[in-house]
């Protein structure tokens, strides 16, 4: 039997979690401070520590060290609130496992107990790993994927989780640079033809004079400098998914050639008399009002309506404010692995400043400077030194802010978040970027209820 060790100083969540964890036929102890988890460590072997970032007299990153050094194979996880995901994605970093997000689904938190213990199982059979309280993170591999926390992200998700297995033509709407490739590919990858080819193309890359080659192919000497039969991006897709990005660009003729296409199935490269059948599912992407543009003559309405199936609306970065720093430490490991740079987090400073910055350029932009800021760190941590100034002094522009509160309304921008959140505490504590234990205390201070 697996042995855990619960270190919570919120002593019903740890009780109930205790009690969940032991009908899932685990053995269970719990500490609710950092001090009673040290003694715990020091006289028994534990397989799994689930640990809240913050405890009364310890954080959990110093913990982690004290559990590593006594036991190198103890699979450590993080427990923690939106406010401190920063420190946990720095926690992992030393060497625990993973972290998980308050308030969290029972069954998650199997998997990556699950998950834990397999690894630790698998350690003797794949090579030696570097010492886990030790930072290596030049040499980890970021996944592609980031999933968001936000409601925003949540909601686009789920859509994505909708339409993929269906055969359905999808418009992803957003800003440029909000990742609509990304919910491209996601919606391929979750779909029936994730085996067969994703094609990209950018409508606005392609010279209307080859258009129609790119697009349908053409055969050796249709034209002049046609020395090869080439194959068109239609026939690249056949059986997979082809990704029209900013589909607005294109010009009213090859309008009418891809409408043709789309409704026959059926293509035919310049200069050939024989059709190829194709079988693609098309996405299209834009960062304009496409129903605007039909009705201003730009574009045409049966092909809009072709297209637009089902549509997803991508959110700028500015309404995925809870996001923010997932994504940041995300392109912090890309940029890592790319520059062979070994810079850890951002000072309290910088995420401050990143929250007041509005990112027009969206996660394109915040990709950018984030890759910038590596490159340009001296130190472990980057710092506003390294930031563009727009950044690094940038003032709330927004009409609404929340934050740690060290202002003298903070009673208003409680009552503000619990009534855009319909009174979910959870929700609320998210959007003023705080766990839910400030956001209790903060209740009880200004003698709110609910």
């Known amino acids: 039997m697996s042995k855990i060790l619960i270190v919570e100083d919120d002593v019903a969540f740890c009780t109930m979690l205790k009690t969940f964890l032991q009908k899932n036929d685990y053995e269970v102890s719990t500490a609710f401070s950092g001090s009673q988890a040290v003694l715990q460590i020091q006289n028994d072997t534990f397989d799994v520590v689930l640990t ?22 103890t699979q450590v996880i993080i427990m923690t609130g939106y406010a401190e995901i920063n420190m946990a994605v720095n926690a992992i970093k030393q060497g625990a496992f993973d972290y998980v997000s308050k308030p969290f689904n029972p069954d998650a938190i199997l998997q990556v107990i699950k998950k834990a213990l397999e690894s630790g199982e698998s350690k003797e059979e794949i090579t030696q790993k570097p010492k886990k309280n030790t930072i290596d993170v030049s040499r980890k591999t970021p996944s592609s994927f980031v999933r968001g926390v936000s409601d925003a992200s949540k909601k686009l998700g789920d859509y994505i989780a909708l339409v993929a297995p269906t055969r359905m033509s999808v418009l992803v709407i957003g800003d440029s640079g909000t990742g609509k490739e990304y919910v491209a590919s996601s919606i391929h990858k979750a779909s029936k033809r994730a085996e067969k080819p994703f094609v990209a193309v950018d409508c606005g890359a392609i010279p209307r004079e080859i258009a129609s080659s790119e697009f349908f192919g053409h055969i050796k000497g249709s034209f002049t400098g046609a020395v090869n039969d080439k194959v068109g991006h239609f026939e690249a897709a056949n059986g997979g998914t082809l990704f029209l990005d900013e589909i607005g660009n294109l010009s ?16 035919k490269p310049v200069g050939s008399n024989k059709e190829i059948e194709v079988d693609i599912r098309v996405v299209a992407a834009t960062n304009e009002d496409l129903s605007q543009a039909v009705k201003d003559g730009d574009f045409r309405e049966d092909l809009y309506h072709r297209l637009n199936e089902f549509s997803i609306k991508v959110p700028p970065l500015k309404d995925r404010v809870e996001d923010l720093i997932l994504f940041a430490n995300h392109f912090l ?19 401050e400043a990143f929250k007041k910055y509005d990112w027009p350029g969206n996660l394109r932009e915040l990709k950018n400077i984030i890759r910038r800021s590596v490159l340009l760190s001296q130190e472990g941590m980057i710092s506003l030194t390294v930031l563009p100034n727009d950044i690094a002094y940038a003032s709330h522009t927004r009409k609404q802010t929340y934050g740690l509160f060290k202002n003298q309304n903070e009673q208003e921008l409680i009552l503000d978040a619990l009534e855009k959140t319909n009174g979910n505490k959870a929700k609320a504590a998210r959007l003023l970027s705080i766990d839910r234990k400030t956001l209790y205390n903060k209740l009880k201070q200004y003698d709110i209820s609910l």
Not at 252 to 267: D, P, T
């Open 52 to 73: 809240d970032v913050r405890l009364p007299d310890k954080d959990g990153i110093a913990l982690l060290s004290d559990i590593l050094n006594k036991n190198n194979d």
């Open 252 to 267: 009213y003729e090859l309008q009418v050639q891809l409408l043709r296409a789309l409704q026959e199935r059926k293509i």
């Open 333 to 351: 490991e890309e940029s890592n692995v790319e520059l062979d740079k070994q810079v850890v987090g951002f000072s309290e400073e910088v995420i």
